[in-house]
């Protein structure tokens, strides 16, 4: 039956050889390596030809998936089938599934190929021209798209119940991580995440050089901390050099820090979102500090030109985004600079009498060198002097050691709840391993009971511990470890490292016409000195706040070099 309805597909009436083009398509690429597929399919079909007196002038082989026509070998067939010089007379593939499982397309397809004079023969379903076979081979077409729908839907079923138990279902890790086998079940390898100590080490290192710099620099920005990766030899997985856009994709993972990894979030074949409701989420190592992730998210977003203009983060100016008009309570920006007998002058000016008209704001303008200079004489002067610091921080390390007693109490009152729930809940299982009791429904009540009551006391410990956490502790030595450091890279610092060191301390400069006032937060001042660096935003009305001296700093400045006398 096969002979004769291939002779009638496509031999002529002069009984020549007919040319042949033969498809073959595998759809896994555990099938094309392993050779599983291929040779069958390649001498099913070439049997086939021999028998019918066909000559195979080409072939074309493929490893991907058949739900659609987006195949590059499958469109490099089509298109040479269909050239002028009609090089084949036919197209031969082992079953419909291989060529096609979407219905619509395959018929789209044959019927372009039959415009130009080619037949497509399947060797194990061999169908016809006539109305009635032409329905069999529509049937045969539809049937082999229920069936791949069915398959996908089945295999994405089997891979979020794989994913809900913690294994991993194949895809490329995220750079810092390894695959590695966790259980074999018969036949089947089941996989797991774990830390590659290599890869990891350049995580940590970009995180680091992203908040802190290595050493000698002040915090990078992501462009930066990109170039540093690879002038100092550092690579991707794939040996290449880190590129912007996987750096800034590194920093905003936050599976690093959550040990959370979503699977399942997008379609694999159209990238539209999921239902959030079914995402499964793959519990894998930690390797970033959580609170280091924080920080870099908030640096990242006060760093975005659609949040901060680059001539905020980059720009030449030390004050741009913290000077602003006391008036209005627009940004002092840097405006153009004008040339004097033979020296340039640039100047701060306030943004709102600049874009907005004398009617907002009558605007101010101040040389910026002698703003520049006002602020960090007054600065180290009159706030990183390790005596003015302690005094700045007095009456909040007294309210605090205040409040760190009364939070001990209760950190001792969280500790006994939890190790008495802990200490019933080990009394209760020994006695139903030691059979002295029989687990009952009454028993695994009082049982899930004690549990909720140990999570909850185990909670409110983590919480209160955190929180004293936050109160972070100040002496004489790290106040003055800090002055000197602060001083130092406010004096031999580029201007982006000064820059970040002030924004680290400082809320706001608002420059008045006869006062420059310094502004910020003991909170944040205490966490600094302390290690704990904290991110400031914008200036907040809710917080305590400082001044260089009770009296502002006085505007125009003493004529000995700016500096306030004390």
Not at 68 to 95: E, K
Not at 266 to 293: A, C, M, Q
Not at 310 to 315: A, D, E, K, L, S
Not at 394 to 401: G, H
Request: glycine share 8%; with cysteine.
């Amino acid at each position: 039956m096969n002979k004769h309805v291939f002779r009638n597909s496509v031999q002529k009436q002069d009984d020549a050889p007919r040319r042949v083009a033969t498809y073959y398509r595998v759809s896994t690429g555990r099938q094309f390596s392993n050779e599983a597929s291929i040779p069958s399919q390649r001498k099913i079909t070439a049997g086939f030809c021999d028998q019918n007196g066909c000559a195979i002038v080409e072939e074309f082989v493929e490893a991907k998936t058949a739900t659609d026509d987006r195949r590059p070998v499958l469109q490099a067939m089509i298109d040479r089938a269909c050239a002028p010089d009609h090089p084949y007379d036919a197209i031969v593939f082992y079953a419909f599934n291989r060529f096609f499982r979407n219905v619509a397309e395959m018929e789209l397809t044959i019927r372009k190929l039959r415009k130009h004079g080619v037949e497509v023969i399947s060797v194990t379903q061999p169908t016809g021209d006539d109305p009635s076979q032409i329905l069999v081979r529509q049937i045969i077409g539809a049937f082999d798209e229920h069936t791949s729908r069915e398959i996908s839907k089945n295999t994405t079923r089997a891979m979020r119940e794989s994913a809900r138990q913690g294994f991993w279902n194949g895809a490329t890790p995220p750079l810092g991580y390894k695959i590695v086998e966790a259980e074999r079940r018969g036949q089947k390898v089941k996989k797991k995440l774990d830390i590659d100590p290599v890869e990891a080490e350049t995580v940590r290192l970009l995180y680091k050089l992203y908040l802190d710099g290595d050493g000698t620099t002040g915090p990078l920005g992501v462009k930066e901390a990109t170039k540093w990766l690879n002038s100092h030899g550092y690579r991707t997985r794939r040996g290449a050099t880190f590129g912007v856009g996987p750096v800034h994709k590194i920093l905003t993972n936050a599976c690093y820090a959550t040990g959370q990894w979503p699977y399942g979030v997008r379609s694999s074949r159209d990238g539209r979102h999921h239902d959030p409701s079914s995402v499964v989420h793959i519990t894998i190592p930690v390797l970033i500090e959580k609170n280091d992730f924080e920080r870099v998210q908030a640096k990242l977003a006060r760093n975005n030109p659609k949040t901060t203009p680059p001539r905020v983060v980059n720009g030449p100016s030390l004050l741009t985004g913290i000077a602003v008009c006391a008036s209005c309570g627009a940004g002092m920006t840097r405006t153009g600079t004008t040339n004097r007998q033979g020296r340039s002058y640039s100047y701060y000016s306030c943004a709102g009498c600049q874009q907005k008209g004398k009617t907002v704001c009558k605007g101010r303008h101040i040389p910026a060198a002698t703003l520049d200079d006002i602020v960090l004489t007054n600065l180290k002067a009159c706030v990183l002097a390790p005596d003015r610091l302690a005094d700045l921080l007095k009456s909040l390390i007294e309210r605090q050691a205040a409040k760190t007693e009364s939070a001990s109490q209760r950190l001792v009152a969280l500790q006994k709840e939890l190790s008495d729930s802990e200490d019933r809940l080990k009394r209760l299982y020994r006695s139903i391993e030691d059979g002295i009791v029989e687990l009952d429904d009454i028993l695994r009540e009082r049982t899930a009971a004690l549990k909720g009551q140990r999570e909850r006391a185990k909670a409110a410990l983590d919480q209160a511990r955190a929180l004293c956490g936050t109160a972070a502790a100040v002496d004489a030595q790290k106040i003055d470890a800090f002055a000197r450091l602060m001083s130092d890279k406010l004096d031999a610092g580029d201007t982006n490292t000064r820059k970040a060191y002030i924004r680290s301390i400082l809320d706001a400069v608002e420059v008045d016409d006869r006062a420059i006032r310094i502004i910020g937060s003991k909170d944040v001042l205490q966490a600094a000195i302390a290690g704990k660096q904290t991110e400031n935003g914008n200036v907040r009305g809710f917080v305590r706040k400082w001044r260089a001296r009770h009296d502002s700093n006085v505007w125009p400045p003493p004529s000995e070099g700016g500096a306030l006398s004390s």
